[in-house]
């Protein structure tokens, strides 16, 4: 399974996508075995106990396993999100950015499958994983 | 099993422990068996698509059975999420409040399980349906 | 959404495709709103501690979202379960049989989503507590 | 983290355990990183169009997510499911054993999260994953 997207043009990809999203999180590497990408730390991901935010953690796997999906699929598809499991595992550190690495265990016509264990960086033990399922709607026919 | 916390002094206790989210969130209903839990329509939970992001109803979804447990084990006691499984399975409409419909499953000493249900105000249909496990760690001794 | 298999339809059309699981589950109710599934009390299912395994209850809870999701697809169509997230809360009593109550919570084209409790007959308080997606492939076209 | 527990102590301790298993199934490989369960392929565990059923392949994974995890903790400690999420990714081979391999990823005092991929042997490809968090209760204090 080849990446129809790399690293440098799905970065852009986002920005036009999720223009919301931008400044907090980047692409750190992206091949077809691996997606491994990077939630900045900032006060707005915060909770008490000086920790990330579960719903921060969500939103970087969730970011992560569409990115995942997408490099496969092209940009002209559609991906929707249709479920989450989610453990959290360890309090991340406040002052460190949180990294996704993301693996598609499935990918068929319909739905996608994949892997994300999220780190602090620097961290060798994982603070949360999860397996997210992405529906990938048939395209339309486009018209010429 | 009777609450220890009414809704307004939730309200008020949300506030000073997660100022974060002040004006993001809005308890309408809580007593034993059932709180309802609302999240105001905003630009920021938006995405692409005109719909409510996925880490904004997962955000609804944590805070809902963060408050539902609290009420039956008191302001003394902490609570972290540990799991949550979601399943997203309509698009809630961009413009109305969602609502969380709440209900604890099992509360044990070490952990809570929690159903909730997510509807866009005015929609019979759920858009989301979420199971969460919350740690109740025991209350460490206080000296006096 | 109108069902279009009734209970007693749709025990002989269980018996027929899954001959394995004959004497072990019976229907009490089929309606449009609530499937009730009934798993007898039986020393297989047992583990130690005299309780009902995760297994059997994992089967029981599957086999409830199959029967609920079907008798509204019709008997035509496949159904393959795609995930299953399953909270197990109380422990069962061994010599009372096991019911689950199974809710379709969404049925579109492609996929079903449906939320099963399961109880020991005559306790108020759910034993365990799943939500199960069902994969629901297009039909073949049968050329006559 | 060492195991506590090797390869041949755990069989023996299995058998006695859960001897309604004996001869289902098998431990492969047994260290501190990983885990590898097999299950025999057996007409038991099929279901229609010739393959393995989810109620086996669930069995599977949480018989290894408590070797991995009572590998760890010792034969005195009890460890008891408190969930699983699992995603069913493709159809397994119907003749062939299946093998799971599994991961400890969190061992905490109360709880442990198990990552679990089940394999048709021979195949590289998943035919599932799951995660599975096991509670392991304090132990009883025993008197001498």
Same mark, same amino acid.
Do not use: H, T
């Given at each position: 399974m080849k990446v129809k997207i790399g690293k440098e043009e799905m970065g852009t990809f986002l920005e036009e996508v999720f =223009?919301?999203?931008? /400044?907090m999180f980047a692409i750190d590497h992206l091949d077809e075995d691996l997606l491994v990408m990077r939630m900045f730390s900032d006060e707005k991901h915060l909770r008490p106990g000086n920790t990330v935010s579960g719903p921060s953690m969500f939103a970087l796997a969730d970011v992560a396993a569409y990115v995942a999906t997408m490099c496969f699929v092209g940009k002209e598809a559609l991906a929707v999100t249709t479920h989450c499991s989610i453990d959290f595992m360890r309090k991340p550190e406040a002052d460190k950015d949180v990294l996704a690495h993301a693996k598609v265990l499935k990918l068929g016509k319909a739905l996608s499958v994949t892997d994300v264990l999220l780190f602090s *960086? /620097?961290? *060798?033990? =994982?603070?949360a994983h999860a397996s997210l399922t992405y529906s990938i709607p048939p395209m339309k026919q486009v018209a010429n």
């Open positions: =223009p919301q999203i931008d /400044g *960086e /620097g961290m *060798e033990k =994982p603070v």
